[in-house]
């Protein structure tokens, strides 16, 4: 019975993927064909239920559903984005459809890629390795130092709760029109969570294992790399995977406030002057990819290095 509703959801996402990518757009519009789509949720949502109880059993198929779960709950958003957007025919400038904003990309990949150099690979990427970097030598320094603790932390409460907004124009007054000015709000967005997240991983170390290190006669650089050093990771990794996103969405923001012709934010905010939605899509999806790519890696580094984690040994 089981495999008959399971053969049975399959071939009704199939039927409702054909009709609305060869149905003419405002098929909705005085239609029978709305109530194909609830049912097509509820098929989706029984796969997704099947697929995750064989991810929760110990069958060889479990890793290929714990990747499949996922692609099937983001491949449904794009049916019923798509299918509303055509279905009721609704206009480009409020709604693109799906296949129009691929379209777009794949027209655009010059573009694109242009704008993901100037924004990503020189001001994410510079801004991010300064200002965690800066952050976690900071979090180093402050950790053996009371009076850095009571006043630099306030400090740091202080210009976190700044917004972009306040802080981009500024930048871009200091530092120019170019990537620099990015690459600067980023560092100061990127600083504190990294200052504050590595100062709680030093602090965090157990007393037994320092008194260990202590009775072996363990120097300065001993201590810090064999014991405080990896008991922050959890800690420092949770900065880094916070700090992949703030980097991006401060530097896109940024480019709001003045760039060359060229940039992820620049791209978004000529495009909505335009009324060219497509595009602006198009650019939010690179972005929303890139960093997902780099929250991802940094993920996958994070087990690799904090293989002896309890959340990390039991999510294997």
């Not at 959890?234 to 060359?260: C, H, M, Q, Y």
Request: hydrophobic letters at 55%; glycine letters at 8%; one cysteine or more.
């Amino acid at each position: 019975m089981k495999t008959l509703l399971t053969l049975l959801a399959i071939a009704l996402l199939l039927v409702k993927i054909t009709l609305v990518l060869i149905l003419p757009n405002g098929f909705y519009q005085g239609s029978f064909l709305l109530p194909l789509l609830l049912l097509s949720l509820f098929a989706a949502g029984y796969l997704m239920s099947r697929m995750t109880q064989v991810v929760d059993s110990p069958s060889q198929w479990s890793k290929p559903c714990k990747l499949a779960v996922p692609a099937l709950f983001g491949m449904m958003i794009l049916l019923v984005w798509e299918a509303i957007v055509r279905g009721f025919d609704v206009p480009m400038v409020l709604m693109p459809a799906p296949t129009q904003v691929f379209i777009t990309l794949g027209n655009n990949l010059p573009l694109l890629w242009a704008d993901f150099q100037q924004t990503y690979l020189k001001a994410v990427v510079a801004g991010y390795v300064m200002g965690c970097g800066l952050g976690f030598i900071t979090a180093k320094l402050v950790v053996r130092n009371a009076f850095l603790q009571k006043g630099l932390l306030p400090l740091g409460n202080f210009m976190a709760s700044i917004p972009i907004i306040g802080i981009a124009p500024i930048m871009v007054m200091w530092f120019g029109f170019d990537w620099q000015s990015k690459a600067a709000v980023v560092v100061i967005m990127t600083f504190f969570p990294m200052l504050i997240n590595t100062l709680a991983g030093l602090r965090s170390v157990d007393p037994l294992h320092a008194d260990l290190m202590h009775t072996y006669a363990a120097g300065k650089g001993q201590i810090f790399f064999k014991n405080q050093l990896p008991q922050a990771m959890p800690f420092i990794f949770n900065a880094l995977k916070l700090n992949s996103t703030l980097a991006l969405i401060g530097a896109i923001v940024a480019e709001f406030f003045g760039t060359p012709i060229v940039g992820m934010g620049f791209r978004i905010s000529a495009e909505v002057g335009r009324m060219n939605m497509d595009m602006v899509w198009a650019t939010i999806f690179v972005a929303a990819l890139a960093g997902s790519l780099s929250y991802g890696a940094l993920a996958l580094l994070e087990r690799r290095v904090t293989f002896w984690h309890p959340s990390v040994r039991s999510g294997r």
